[in-house]
């Protein structure tokens, strides 16, 4: 497979969907800021930080803020890539937006010190290829954050989340479609995730659930 070629299921985000998409989830930063401030807290200054599937490099924008990090992002989508980076230049940050694929990046082993993966691992073609590589690019006692819908969710909690994410009108009825039709069927469920961990080199890893989601924190 080359670095580009269908590294992800479904229709790619690119062209108007991608634009559609950081539309509405940059109308709600809120959980990007959470987020963002929880890995800061972990962090030493200048740690290196590999954000794997960003789609439009909120979440990086807003740790880039926070503190001194080398950032990289890396996207299968040039769309996305396109607008994390003017989203970048906008908000006054560097980052190093770059596309490629996750089962094959394009980095040297022992590269990074943090790895985080949000709502995208599902979509990937590769999976247990993608974790591999997860591993081989973090430095030895690198740690890793996968944060995904899980695929025992019921339609009534995913509705409520698209509801609490403040979309309303054509925005929320499609938003909700998704989830039912294509990303609860892509998602795993935890004993899926921890299988995949289970064959890739960390030393350490746990799973955890919440109402819609999973979160996996592994340590190589």
Not at 72 to 78: E, Q, V
Not at 148 to 174: C, F, H, K, N
Request: glycine fraction near 6%; charge should be positive; include cysteine.
């Amino acid at each position: 497979m080359n670095a580009t070629e269908k590294a992800y299921k479904g229709i790619g985000m690119e062209g108007f969907i991608a634009k559609w998409y950081a539309t509405n989830t940059g109308k709600n930063l809120n959980d990007f800021k959470e987020l963002a401030q929880r890995i800061h807290r972990e962090l030493a200054p200048g740690s290196r930080v590999l954000e794997v599937a960003p789609g439009p490099g909120y979440f990086a924008i807003e740790l880039a803020k926070l503190g001194r990090y080398e950032l990289t992002g890396l996207d299968i989508s040039h769309t996305f890539v396109q607008i994390a980076q003017k989203n970048a230049r906008s908000s006054g940050v560097e980052i190093d937006f770059r596309q490629g694929n996750a089962s094959q990046m394009p980095f040297a082993d022992n590269t990074f010190d943090f790895l985080i993966c949000r709502a995208a691992f599902k979509n990937f073609s590769e999976p247990q290829k993608a974790v591999s590589e997860m591993s081989r690019v973090l430095r030895p006692a690198g740690r890793l954050l996968l944060i995904d819908l899980r695929r025992d969710a019921t339609p009534q909690d995913t509705d409520r989340e698209v509801e609490r994410m403040g979309m309303t009108g054509v925005s929320s009825i499609l938003t909700k479609l998704t989830f039912r039709l294509m990303l609860l069927k892509r998602a795993y469920t935890k004993k899926e995730l921890e299988q995949f961990f289970y064959n890739a080199p960390f030393r350490s890893f746990q799973v955890k659930e919440d109402l819609i989601g999973l979160e996996v924190y592994a340590v190589k």
